[in-house]
C-alpha cells in the first residue's frame, strides 16, 4: 500500500538528486538508477514519478527556475534608482542559484533546448521574462533598455559558463561586481 503523502517528498528528493548528479557529472551522461540511488529510492519509483530521465531533468529546471522567480520577488522593489535591475542580478547569483550544481544543470538545459521541444519552450519563457523584466527595469535609467537588457542577459549566462569551466568554488560577489560595473558604464 503506498504511503500518503511520499509522492511530493519523494519527488522533491529525486528532483535535487537529479540537479546534483548532473551537477557532479557535469553533463546528463547519468543514469536514473544513479539517480534514484542518490535519492535512496529504486530507479522503478523514479520512473513511475517522471517516465524519464528527460522528464525528471525538466522537472529540475521548473524547481530551478521557480527557486530563481522567488529569489528575485524576495529582493523586489530593491533599493535606490537600480533597486529592480539589482534585484534580478543579485537573485542571480544568490547562494540558491548560483552553486556549481545549478549551474551545471542550467548550462546543460541550453544544450538540451537544442533537440528537445519542450526544453526549447522552457527557456524561450525564461529568457523573454528575463528580457522583458530588464527591459522594465531599464527604461527610467536609459534611452536603450533593450540594448542592455540583451548584454546583461549574455554576461549572466557568460558567468555561469565560465563558472562551469572553472575549477574551485563559485564567487558570487566578484560575479555581482563584474556585472555592476558593466552597468555603471552603460548608464552613465
Known amino acids: 500500500m503506498p504511503k500518503i ?15 546534483f548528479e548532473i551537477g557532479r557529472a557535469g553533463s546528463l551522461d547519468v543514469t536514473v538508477a544513479q539517480i534514484a540511488r542518490r535519492a535512496g529510492m529504486s530507479p522503478a519509483l523514479a520512473h513511475h514519478y517522471f517516465g524519464s530521465k528527460e522528464q525528471m531533468f525538466l522537472s529540475a529546471m521548473r524547481y530551478i527556475l521557480r527557486t530563481y522567480g522567488r529569489s528575485v520577488v524576495e529582493r523586489l522593489p530593491g533599493h535606490g534608482r537600480r ?14 542559484n548560483f552553486q556549481r550544481e545549478t549551474v551545471s544543470a542550467w548550462i546543460n538545459f541550453y544544450a538540451l533546448a537544442l533537440i528537445n521541444p519542450e526544453a526549447g519552450r522552457l527557456l524561450r519563457v525564461y529568457h523573454r521574462r528575463l528580457r522583458s523584466n530588464l527591459i522594465l527595469a531599464l527604461r527610467p535609467l536609459t534611452d536603450d533598455p533593450a540594448r542592455i537588457a540583451e548584454t546583461l542577459g549574455a554576461l549572466i549566462d557568460g558567468v555561469y559558463l565560465r563558472t562551469v569551466l572553472m575549477r574551485g568554488d563559485v564567487d558570487a560577489k566578484a560575479a555581482i561586481t563584474l556585472i555592476s560595473d558593466y552597468l555603471d558604464e552603460a548608464l552613465r
Open 5 to 19: 503523502g511520499a509522492e511530493p517528498i519523494r519527488k522533491a528528493a529525486l528532483i535535487n538528486a537529479t540537479i
Open 83 to 96: 533597486g529592480r535591475l539589482d534585484a534580478i542580478i543579485q537573485a542571480s547569483f544568490a547562494p540558491q
